[in-house]
């Protein structure tokens, strides 16, 4: 048996509440995403909130997933400085 959920779709200010408090943390050095950063400051949420925060985590999951799953491309050294040196 497969059960439906709708929610109901969160306020814009709830979503852009949640985009501040929910980010991709990158690795300094090597710059890929090494975690999810939440800073809940507000112990109580409402409804609405609670539902961005959780669209939020959900996308930015999806997010990590495309970004690990997308090939890795190398720069070439001799390239960049061929490039370099076209750019005025």
Sequence with gaps: ????VTTPEPDR?????????VHLARD???GEVSSVYVDLN????TRGGARAIAAR?????????????RPR???LPDVDEELR???V
């Design 1 to 4: 048996m497969s059960l439906t």
């Design 13 to 21: 200010f709830d979503i852009e509440d949640a985009e501040e408090v």
């Design 28 to 30: 300094v050095e090597t």
């Design 42 to 45: 507000d112990p109580f949420l």
């Design 57 to 69: 985590l959900l996308a930015l999951a999806d997010e990590w997933d495309r970004t690990e799953a």
């Design 73 to 75: 491309l190398r720069r």
């Design 85 to 87: 040196r076209r750019d």
